[in-house]
């Protein structure tokens, strides 16, 4: 069965620290881009960041700039979300998705994914 798995959300105080991974099963994540995808409630699903297939190209919406950082390791076929100063704004259920072009996945075209995660949420309250 092909599919993403997230994993790593939970309950962190603002200014905290979390890291998401995205793991494929059924696949290999190497020749597809990876992007994160975040819903809070009430709202649309946003993209939010986006790597290559070979993990030397990384796109980041503005709001998450400067606090979060995608990376992959092709050999684990897992995708990685380091996120750092963490704000009550972020809280919003998490989803990975595997996209065939960067170009799609850059400017996070949802129907242009191949996979989806189901997700993991992410609270940030104190």
């Known amino acids: 069965q092909l599919q993403l798995v997230e994993s790593g959300g939970g309950l962190v105080q603002p200014g905290g620290s979390l890291r998401l991974s995205c793991a494929a099963s059924?696949?290999?994540?190497?020749?597809?881009?990876i992007g994160w995808f975040r819903q809070a409630p009430g709202k649309e699903r946003e993209g939010i960041s986006c790597?290559?297939?070979?993990?030397?190209?990384?796109n980041y919406a503005d709001s998450v700039k400067g606090r979060f950082t995608i990376s992959r390791d092709n050999a684990k076929n897992t995708v990685y979300l380091q996120m750092n100063s963490l704000k009550p704004e972020d809280t919003a259920v998490y989803y990975c998705?595997?996209?065939?072009?960067?170009?799609?996945?850059?400017?996070?075209?949802?129907?242009?994914?191949?996979?989806w995660g189901k997700g993991t949420l992410v609270t940030v309250s104190s």
């Open positions: 998705a595997a996209c065939r072009t960067y170009y799609y996945c850059s400017h996070y075209v949802r129907d242009a994914m191949a996979y």
């Open positions: 790597i290559g297939s070979s993990g030397g190209s990384t």
């Open positions: 059924g696949f290999t994540l190497d020749y597809y881009a």
